[in-house]
């Protein structure tokens, strides 16, 4: 049972990776950057393009020693998958059309057309329906923030 908590708390932290995240430290001290590396059981990460919140100076790049961290939280909200997984299936109606591995942020359309945050890869008429089905979900994901 521990060893799935602990599985599951470093995927937790591991998600963050690549995402715009606050750091506060124990000294209240606070850096917005995005997470590059995280160690998951020291907690020692390392920001890019970071900004502490009482300066104007961006740095480069910056690591956090885990032992002065006191948060780490997200910036920006999650895209969520299983709403666009959703909208998919209106479209992709059999069983096994659409699939979703969660752990990868991952969905996989008629087992060609791959979907993630970051867009859809594939060519042809399933990729563009795909696409424009993903375009859509995304700008009403980014209106509702």
């Given amino acids: 049972m521990i060893g799935a908590a602990k599985r ?19 000294n209240q001290k606070k850096y917005v950057g995005e ?10 990460c390392v920001l ?5 919140e009482d300066e104007a100076t961006e740095l480069h790049r910056i ?39 969660d752990e990868a942020g991952l969905i996989v359309v008629l087992e060609r057309v791959r979907v993630s945050e970051s867009g859809v890869e594939g060519t042809g008429p399933v990729a563009d329906r795909v696409r424009a089905i993903f375009d859509r979900y995304a700008l009403t994901q980014s209106s509702e923030e």
């Avoid at 890019?48 to 502490?52: C, E, L, M, N, Q």
């Avoid at 780490?72 to 209106?90: H, N, R, S, V, W």
């Fill in 35 to 44: 997470l590059k590396g995280v160690n998951p059981e020291t907690l020692t």
């Fill in 63 to 101: 690591c956090i020693n885990g032992d002065q961290i006191s948060e780490i939280y997200l910036e920006e909200a999650p895209f969520d998958l299983l709403g666009l997984k959703d909208e998919l299936e209106q479209i992709f109606r059999r069983p096994g059309d659409v699939k979703v591995y």
């Fill in 8 to 26: 599951s708390y470093q995927k937790e932290i591991i998600s963050f990776v690549n995402k715009r995240v606050a750091v506060i430290l124990k």
């Fill in 48 to 52: 890019i393009k970071a900004k502490r």
